[in-house]
């Protein structure tokens, strides 16, 4: 069994290659329409735009727009043809692109690396590529073969996957709604009755937990990515424990949004893996999935470690293993080993109401 993964040694980061597209960032005239708008404002979707903008939404690719525009008569456009729900924070101005799809990602909270850019224009392709060389660039004229590429077909489409437009739907209505809440963010989340549920995986979860360690990588505390058939052997295995986290709140559900995996020795818990979406980034949801690990190990009458594997995007997990009293105690190779006492754990939120099985 590989404990790890597919950890590669001192490099834990994906290829472009291997990291899937998460958005994808379309233009306008000449791109997801034929001709230009404020030439003709009886533009057309370009053919077979639209059956390509559906299926990507059913494998849970986002999808958002840049385009240099006028904004509402763009939108009365998207409206007019029964497209505009599809596209999250449509970024419609007179700025550089470039600046649009970081706005896009950052919005979306998402790496620049996970989106795929189309537009007709070479010049426009090459200004986001000089300014966001991660970023996929495609030609309209591409616009047919998309759906074949590798980088967006997910190997398993969840219903977290279909759900995953509504689910940042739901996110943006939280969003607004907290920047006009007065009160301090542990008041907001007072406000939005957050059912947390914490269980052991069950066989019906594991695609989605398979693609929670492909898709995160901001909040994951070691980088590893397990396979469906790993975590099935996890799962079952007397020596492990493998968690899955769900979250709901007044606005519906958040979905599956966290994994935690221990390596069980007889007095040793070692935490391999931490993580959680980054929608839920700002709910305290990883110090509340820490706190129920903690506990369980106590429980057990064993100590607990927890490995940390830095990456340009994860110190967000260090931060909370050491907010959580953790304290270092080694290294090995750019593995860093931690450590709990469990003499003191904190008490659950108590703007969180907490279940530990399924039902």
Not at 66 to 86: F, P, T, V
Request: charged share 30%.
């Amino acid at each position: 069994m590989n404990l790890h993964g597919n950890h590669t040694g001192d490099n834990v980061q994906q290829t472009v290659e291997e990291v899937k597209v998460k958005c994808v960032v379309w233009d306008l005239d000449h791109t997801l329409w034929e001709g230009i708008l404020l030439e003709d404002k009886q533009v057309g979707l370009r053919e077979g735009v639209l059956e390509v903008i559906k299926r990507l939404d059913e494998r849970g690719i986002l999808l958002s727009i840049a385009s240099r525009n006028d904004a509402s008569q763009a939108m009365l456009k998207l409206k007019e043809l029964g497209i505009h729900s599809y596209f999250l924070y449509p970024q419609i101005s007179w700025e550089p692109k470039s600046e649009s799809v970081k706005r896009i990602a950052a919005l979306i909270n998402i790496n620049p690396n996970t989106i795929a850019f189309i537009d007709d224009q070479p010049f426009e392709r090459d200004e986001v590529r000089y300014s966001l060389p991660e970023v996929r660039c495609i030609a309209a004229e591409d616009i047919s073969s998309i759906l074949d590429r590798p980088d967006m077909n997910p190997r398993f489409i969840t219903e977290d996957s279909r759900m995953r437009r509504s689910l940042y739907k739901n996110d943006i209505e939280r969003k607004e709604d907290e920047e006009r809440f007065s009160g301090t963010i542990e008041e907001f989340l007072a406000t939005l009755d957050l059912d947390f549920s914490l269980y052991p995986a069950s066989e019906g979860d594991l695609q989605r937990a398979e693609e929670l360690t492909v898709r995160t990588h901001q909040l994951n505390a070691t980088g590893y990515t397990y396979s469906y058939q790993e975590l099935d052997e996890f799962r079952q295995s007397d020596r492990h424990r493998l968690w899955v986290a769900e979250l709901e709140d007044k606005y519906g559900t958040y979905g599956k949004i966290g994994l935690a995996l221990v390596e069980c020795s007889e007095d040793i818990w070692t935490l391999k893996l931490l993580l959680m979406s980054c929608r839920v980034m700002s709910r305290g949801v990883g110090s509340v999935m820490l706190n129920f690990v903690m506990r369980e190990a106590r429980k057990a009458g064993c100590k607990l470690r927890a490995e940390f594997v830095e990456n340009p995007w994860n110190r967000m997990m260090y931060v909370t293993y050491k907010f959580a009293g953790f304290q270092e105690i080694g290294e090995n190779g750019n593995t860093v080993l931690l450590e709990h006492d469990l003499s003191a754990i904190q008490p659950f939120p108590d703007y969180i109401k907490m279940k530990t099985s399924k039902e």
